[in-house]
Structures are given as structure tokens and as C-alpha cells.
């Protein structure tokens, strides 16, 4: 439940787990970036024009790994699972604790190797799926959202019960 503040504005709920997609998540960047300065190397090592191309586009690669990572921001709080853009902090997906049917881990060997994955939670009102992909320790994760969603409906239950009693 959102609390009002004095202002009639929601109070912000305060974050519970926070991260951007781990840099290994843009590994195949890297991967092509060295590639291409490689490729730069080769060139200037051995005179043949074009070499500052390569290691431009070298650059650009890397650059655009900065930008995509933080392009997406996770937030978890005592009510909802969000989803935010970066740069802007607007949410672009979120689901609340109450919704959430199940929360599964995906990871593919690649991302095994890196300790990462991506982190589903899919809601129960609908086919709608969050997903945070790129996460650090994705089982870590998976396990402080399902106990935040354990403890959300434990205590709705409990009030449920409470407001029966006195009826």
C-alpha cells in the first residue's frame, strides 16, 4: 500500500535492490571491439591506410557499451518490481509484489561462465513478463524478490484475517 504524504503525493517506497545490467552482459561488444582494434593494429603495424577506422570504430563499440548499460535501471521495493529507463528515471515496466506469480532465473552457459542472467517475473493477472536481464547473481536476486513477495502477501493475509475478526 502506497502512503500519502501531507501533499496528497505517493511517498516513495524506499529500495530494497538496486542494479544496472552487469557489464559482462555486453561482453560480445568487447569481443568486438578488441576485434576491431586488433584489426587497427595489424594496419598501422604494417602501413596500410585505414587504421584509424578501425581503432575509431574500436572506441564507438566501447561507447556504445557504457550507453546500453545504463539504459536500463532495476529497482526493487516493498511494493513493486520497476523496470526504469537510466537516463531519465521513467518507468518503462514494473509489476507490483501482489501480482507477481512466479520469478524464474534463464541462463544460458555463456552467462553461467559470467555470473550473470536474466531474472523473469511474471505477473498473475496477466501473460505479462518483467524481465531483468544482465543481473549479477541472478539467483540471489530471484530469492530476495520471491521473499518480498512471500512477506507482501503473508502481511496482506494477516490484515485480511484481522479486519475478519473485528467485522
Not at 521495493?77 to 507477481?100: A, F, K, P
Not at 505479462?128 to 503473508?154: F, M, Q, Y
Request: charged fraction near 25%; hydrophobic fraction near 45%.
Amino acid at each position: 500500500m502506497m502512503m500519502l504524504s501531507a501533499e496528497n503525493k505517493p511517498e516513495e517506497q524506499p529500495v530494497v535492490w538496486e542494479a544496472f545490467p552487469s557489464w559482462a552482459q555486453f561482453s560480445w561488444l568487447y569481443f568486438l571491439s578488441a576485434l576491431s582494434a586488433l584489426r587497427g593494429a595489424l594496419y598501422f603495424r604494417f602501413g596500410v591506410g585505414g587504421w584509424e577506422i578501425w581503432m575509431l570504430g574500436a572506441v564507438i563499440l566501447l561507447a556504445c557499451a557504457a550507453i546500453l548499460r545504463h539504459w536500463a535501471h532495476y529497482e526493487v521495493t516493498r511494493e513493486r518490481v520497476t523496470v526504469r529507463n537510466g537516463y531519465t528515471s521513467g518507468e518503462m515496466q514494473s509489476i507490483r509484489l501482489y501480482d507477481v506469480a512466479r520469478v524464474t532465473v534463464e541462463q544460458g552457459r555463456i552467462a553461467e561462465f559470467f555470473g550473470i542472467g536474466t531474472v523473469l517475473v511474471q505477473e498473475r493477472s496477466s501473460e505479462r513478463v518483467l524481465s531483468l536481464r544482465g543481473v549479477r547473481d541472478p539467483e540471489e536476486v530471484k530469492t530476495r524478490i520471491e521473499a518480498l513477495v512471500w512477506s507482501h502477501n503473508r502481511a496482506a493475509s494477516d490484515s485480511s484475517e484481522h479486519l475478519g475478526r473485528k467485522g
